[in-house]
């Protein structure tokens, strides 16, 4: 029985080899049909396409007067007055009243030097001359007293009642007070202007602003010896450096060749660095009549048609020459583009806006011409980044790499 159990055993391999075959081709084709569609997918997406290489222009902010702009120049704000304060007189500096951005009027008092000594000097001048005026009334009191005794022995002589000698002496006695008022009012004179004089000197110890404005450094600090020519050890010549603010001016270099697209009262356009959001008018004020050798230009000066109180001296400034006047709506800033990169077709404007490494076709709306650029109105901001060129090429959504020019 074992034996028989045994020989019944066996194994039936049509069913169990028809099964894995039919199973790998249906495997089979599956993969085929993902791979069909994921390339298919991929094709449309342009993931096997090659990358457009492409001129890209920068959409950006512009004035309307660089459309008729000759001639730029580069330079610096200076004032055209300017005084480094100091004192006629020796002295410590005991008071300082101002420090820098202080706003001054003319005449007004800076610091202070010491001047104990030439105050006493003052008044003793003061004194000297209020001895000086009372002495006058003294002997003014007495020529008046002269004039009369001499008037009444002029009567008296006639008559026989007082005699030559008398008259004479009255007459001397005249003559002697008249001179005393004299020398009395020489010396009233004399004593006034002792007293000017230490009342000049007494305000040479006060240092003043010699006219209206605005204080740009602090030279010295309470303590310091200042000096009019400042050649002693540890000396200050200058208390403050200060500078008139309607008095500056631009003043720019423009190379020989150049000069004749300049001429004096031209409408000017100042552009300051450090406020890159505004343009200030201005006017050619001076053509400076000598050339620098060395950098073969001719210095001209461009006077602000409006002050403004954020413009500093120092400040480095651009100046852009206009061949006319700025309008007043030519004043605000305008989005332009380099035409190159608009399409246009049936009287439609577009642009293929860059985003990362592909281009969105964009419909716009341009305005003016200004110069070699075009305005536009709506579509693209200031920063955006389009196609300029090959435009024939482009679809939307195409894959491209921007070609550095």
């Known amino acids: 029985m074992p034996d ?5 055993l066996k194994i039936d391999k049509t069913a169990s080899s028809y099964r894995p075959v039919k199973r790998k081709k249906y495997l089979s084709l599956g993969i085929a049909i993902a791979a069909v569609i994921i390339v ?17 222009a920068h959409v950006t902010q512009m004035y309307p007067s660089q459309g008729f702009t000759i001639l730029n120049a580069s330079g610096y704000v200076v ?18 009243s101002v420090e820098e951005g202080s706003r001054l009027k003319a005449g007004q008092v800076i610091a202070r030097l010491e001047n104990e000594d030439v105050l006493a000097a003052r008044n003793q001048a003061s004194a000297n001359l209020n001895v000086a005026r009372q002495t ?3 002997v003014k009191a007495e020529l008046h007293d002269a004039t009369l005794s001499l008037n009444r022995n002029k009567e008296m002589i006639g008559q026989g009642f007082v005699s030559q000698a008398e008259y004479d002496a009255s007459e001397a006695r005249y003559r002697k007070a008249h001179a005393a008022v ?16 230490a009342d000049v000197a007494f ?49 720019v270099d423009v190379s020989e060749s150049n000069l004749q697209m300049v001429k004096s009262g031209q409408p000017c356009e100042i552009h300051l660095d450090a406020l890159p959001d505004s343009r200030f008018r201005g006017q050619v004020h001076m053509i400076v009549p000598t050339a620098d050798r060395t950098k073969a230009t001719i210095m001209v000066k461009v006077r602000f048609l409006e002050k403004d109180s954020r413009v500093l001296p120092e400040m480095s400034a651009k100046v852009a020459f206009l ?23 049936d009287g439609t404007s577009t642009v293929f806006l860059i985003k990362e490494n592909r281009v969105i076709k964009t419909s716009i709306m341009t305005g003016d011409k200004l110069g070699d650029m075009t305005e536009v109105l709506q579509g693209v901001k200031a920063g955006d980044t389009v196609v300029m060129k090959p435009l024939e090429k482009m679809k939307d959504g195409a894959k491209i790499k921007i070609v550095e020019k």
Not at 40 to 55: C, D, M, R, T
Not at 215 to 229: E, Q, S
């Open 182 to 197: 004299a020398a009395a009012e020489a010396s009233v004179q004399a004593s006034e202007a002792a007293l000017k004089g």
């Open 40 to 56: 298919f997918v991929l094709s449309v997406q342009g993931i096997f396409s090659p990358a457009i290489k492409v001129e890209a």
């Open 203 to 251: 305000q040479y110890t006060l240092i003043r602003a010699p006219f209206d404005s605005v204080v740009l450094t602090k030279n010295a600090d309470i303590g310091d010896i200042i000096t009019p020519i400042g050649a002693a050890a540890d000396a200050k010549a200058a208390v403050v450096t200060i500078a008139d603010m309607d008095s500056l001016q631009v003043e």
């Open 136 to 138: 006058l009334e003294q």
């Open 4 to 8: 028989q159990d045994l020989s019944q």
């Open 323 to 345: 061949s006319r006047e700025v309008k007043p709506d030519e004043e605000k800033p305008r989005t332009a583009l380099n035409p190159s990169a608009i399409l246009t077709s």
């Open 79 to 96: 004032a055209q007055r300017k005084a480094a304060v100091a004192s006629k007189v020796t002295g410590r500096l005991i008071s300082l």
